[in-house]
């Protein structure tokens, strides 16, 4: 369905999002009686990267991040992970990380807060992007919070113009976070003009329902699949959370139902999905094993207490989707 360059020197570069991730050590309590918490880098884009690193993809990044401390920590990580740090540079203005602090109420109920304001990663600007480095990729991703406000919003539109014009497959993640932006018609106008670029279109149902806000939909997947792949692009996927998923592309339609595990948190599994589904998209699998590699890994991460470090590798994906399966079948039907 989608032609990836793997002869390019990278497979991916994300743009947008890194932060830092400080989730609890005490579990199942409310966050304002948490006292133990564990440093992580985080931020969707980020955790995709590592995920697909870890996948045994070459990947770049694209962003900014601050100049301190912390932002040689995430540029270190990054580095140790194998992933290219070259177009990620220090902000000029003192700019900080984004803060996540995560809350573990019980396996079934957490939350985030997060602090967004006059952060490092939005200062991503215009001329940061570089047409030689989108040329190096395989593919692009485009996360939906870098969208949120300028100058970021300006570089990654730019990002995908860009890829476009170069042969470069887009991936287009919605991550909405509600902090940061104005209005939601804002969100509508710039969402829905990145998903228009996009071969690859990912989000939940609240996602598509705010990027539709204007095209008169009826808020089911089948309207929001067919207005999409008839905008352009190959698949869509749209997530229900504990519901599962649903995929859409022109040769059929799948359901996709979540492994069964303990889960631990109600966070990461998105980010789990997306890397384990574009690197199985790029190895050339067929999309419901695609898909299948996608809820795998998702299900690995809500089991886990860490994001970006518990990405698993292409044996430990494969490890656990034998031993799943053979107790509980397969996870992907047709629709």
Same mark, same amino acid.
């Given at each position: 369905?989608?032609?990836? !360059?793997?002869?390019?020197?990278?497979? #991916?570069?994300?743009?947008?999002?890194?932060?830092?991730?400080?989730?609890?050590?005490?579990?199942? %309590?409310?966050?304002?009686?948490?006292?133990?918490?564990?440093?992580?880098?985080?931020?969707?884009?980020?955790?995709?990267? @590592? *995920?697909?690193?870890?996948?045994?993809?070459?990947?770049?990044?694209?962003?900014?991040?601050?100049?301190?401390?912390?932002?040689?920590? @995430?540029?270190?990580?990054?580095?140790?992970?194998?992933?290219?740090?070259?177009?990620?540079?220090?902000?000029?203005?003192?700019?900080?990380?984004?803060?996540? /602090? +995560?809350?573990?109420? =019980?396996? +079934?109920?957490?939350?985030?807060? #997060?602090?967004?304001?006059?952060?490092?990663?939005?200062?991503?600007?215009?001329?940061?992007? !570089?047409?030689?480095?989108?040329?190096?990729?395989?593919?692009?991703?485009?996360?939906? +919070?870098?969208?949120?406000? $300028?100058?970021? %919003?300006?570089?990654?539109?730019?990002?995908?113009?860009?890829?476009?014009?170069?042969? @470069?497959?887009?991936?287009?993640?919605?991550?909405?976070?509600?902090? +940061?932006?104005?209005?939601?018609?804002?969100?509508?106008?710039?969402?829905?003009?990145?998903?228009?670029?996009?071969?690859?279109?990912?989000?939940? %149902?609240?996602?598509?329902?705010?990027?539709?806000?204007?095209?008169?939909?009826?808020? =089911?997947?089948?309207?929001?699949?067919?207005?999409?792949?008839?905008? *352009?692009?190959?698949?869509?996927?749209?997530?229900?959370?504990?519901?599962?998923?649903?995929?859409?592309? &022109?040769?059929?339609?799948?359901?996709?139902?979540? /492994?069964? @595990?303990?889960?631990?948190?109600?966070?990461?599994?998105? !980010?789990?999905?997306?890397?384990?589904?574009?690197?199985?998209? #790029?190895?050339? #699998?067929?999309?419901?094993?695609?898909?299948?590699?996608? =809820?795998?890994?998702?299900?690995?991460?809500?089991?886990?207490?860490?994001? $970006?470090? !518990?990405?698993?590798?292409?044996?430990?994906?494969?490890?656990?989707?034998? &031993?799943?399966?053979?107790?509980?079948?397969?996870?992907?039907?047709?629709?």
């Amino acid at each position: 369905m989608i032609r990836f !360059d793997l002869t390019r020197p990278l497979h #991916m570069i994300p743009v947008g999002r890194v932060a830092i991730d400080l989730n609890p050590e005490d579990y199942n %309590r409310p966050l304002e009686e948490s006292e133990h918490f564990t440093k992580y880098v985080g931020g969707s884009p980020a955790n995709i990267a @590592v *995920g697909l690193a870890r996948l045994g993809n070459r990947v770049g990044f694209l962003a900014r991040v601050s100049d301190d401390a912390f932002g040689r920590y @995430v540029t270190q990580y990054f580095e140790k992970e194998g992933i290219d740090v070259s177009h990620i540079r220090p902000c000029r203005h003192g700019e900080k990380l984004g803060l996540t /602090f +995560t809350e573990i109420k =019980s396996p +079934t109920e957490s939350s985030i807060l #997060m602090y967004r304001e006059g952060v490092a990663d939005l200062q991503l600007e215009p001329e940061d992007v !570089d047409e030689a480095y989108i040329r190096k990729t395989a593919c692009l991703l485009i996360s939906g +919070t870098s969208l949120c406000i $300028s100058p970021s %919003r300006e570089a990654a539109l730019k990002t995908g113009l860009l890829a476009r014009k170069n042969g @470069v497959p887009i991936v287009f993640d919605a991550d909405y976070r509600a902090y +940061t932006w104005k209005s939601f018609d804002e969100i509508a106008v710039y969402t829905s003009l990145a998903a228009s670029m996009a071969d690859i279109i990912m989000g939940s %149902r609240e996602e598509f329902d705010l990027m539709e806000r204007f095209l008169g939909l009826d808020g =089911s997947d089948e309207k929001s699949a067919e207005h999409w792949l008839g905008q *352009g692009a190959k698949i869509c996927v749209i997530k229900h959370g504990k519901e599962g998923s649903r995929a859409y592309a &022109e040769d059929g339609a799948y359901l996709v139902k979540p /492994f069964p @595990v303990h889960a631990l948190k109600g966070f990461g599994g998105g !980010d789990g999905y997306a890397s384990a589904f574009l690197h199985s998209l #790029m190895e050339g #699998m067929s999309l419901p094993d695609a898909l299948e590699r996608g =809820s795998a890994s998702a299900a690995m991460l809500v089991a886990s207490h860490a994001c $970006s470090r !518990d990405m698993p590798t292409q044996e430990a994906l494969e490890a656990f989707i034998r &031993e799943k399966k053979a107790e509980h079948g397969s996870v992907v039907s047709p629709l």
